[in-house]
């Protein structure tokens, strides 16, 4: 009986062993000639985690079957690599700097008490790039655009600015800062007044990266929707949910 079961498992960790292989074929195989491939490519995770469960078990069982799956997570490792990212891990080749950025959708600052708390977050983040969507400013605010500038320029000596809605009462579109020298800049049109699209090329030491600023267009949601949406919300009482849930 106990043959049995050892004999079973073999076969269970060949057969895992071959959908493991399988799943990393999925990554260079088109989807299109063989689709099922890309479905094992999406259980790519838990077929490294079975592996490593096979080896802890034949290691428990002083068994040579170990070595299959071991040697396999040993053969693909930079695969799972990218799956499991190990701590410590660096992906950078030696001497070649590592970059830190910063995105975030500033609203036109919201004000100067905004404005002030951004500005502190972009200086105790300090990253080296910072794109920020919706970057631009009220005309009828104090917060001028040569006041926002000469902030950002403290820190960053290098940006690429794009206000593509430029109205009677704000400005505003996008804006790609950099502590790196930038070289190239590049608008990235769309048939939308809110898709807006910038690209930076960026000499970082010997390199020069791309990199892309983006607002996506939202589903425009006014606040008189939100506060329609809020009200039939506050007017649903108990008793209409247990209706509602009756039907």
């Known amino acids: 009986m106990r ?15 071959a959908l493991y292989l399988l799943a990393l074929l999925a990554a260079v195989v088109p989807a299109d000639r063989f689709v099922w491939l890309s479905f094992l490519g999406l259980i790519f995770p838990l077929l490294v985690i079975a592996q490593i469960g096979f080896v802890i078990f034949w290691i428990c069982s002083r068994k040579w079957w170990f070595l299959l799956s071991l040697s ?4 693909s490792h ?3 690599n990218q799956v499991f990212t190990l701590p410590h891990t660096k992906h950078t080749a030696a001497g070649q700097p590592t970059l830190k950025i910063l995105t975030y959708n500033i609203s036109l ?3 100067q008490k905004h404005f002030d708390d951004i500005i502190a977050l972009i200086k105790q983040t300090d990253a080296d790039i910072v794109c920020l969507q919706e ?11 040569d006041k926002i500038l000469a902030q950002l320029d403290q820190l960053y000596p290098y940006r690429h600015l794009w206000y593509k809605n430029q109205r009677q009462r ?3 579109g996008v804006a790609t800062f950099s502590k790196h020298p930038i070289v190239n800049k590049q608008k990235v049109t769309y048939p939308s007044a809110y ?11 010997t390199d020069t990266v791309r990199v892309f600023n983006n607002h996506l267009e939202s589903n425009k949601l006014t ?22 849930a009756g039907h």
């Not at 970057?135 to 655009?145: A, E, R, V």
């Not at 910038?198 to 030491?205: A, C, E, L, T």
């Open 3 to 17: 043959k049995l079961i050892k004999y079973a498992i073999v076969i269970v960790n060949i057969v895992f062993a």
């Open 72 to 75: 396999l997570l040993i053969v």
């Open 78 to 80: 930079s695969a799972v």
């Open 109 to 111: 600052f919201g004000g």
């Open 135 to 145: 970057f631009g400013f009220y005309n009828n605010s104090q917060l001028s655009q």
């Open 170 to 172: 704000f400005w505003w």
């Open 195 to 205: 898709n807006v699209s910038i690209y930076s090329d960026i000499v970082v030491g």
């Open 223 to 244: 606040s008189r929707d939100m506060q329609r949406y809020k009200n039939r919300a506050n007017h649903l009482n108990s008793d209409d949910i247990r209706s509602i």
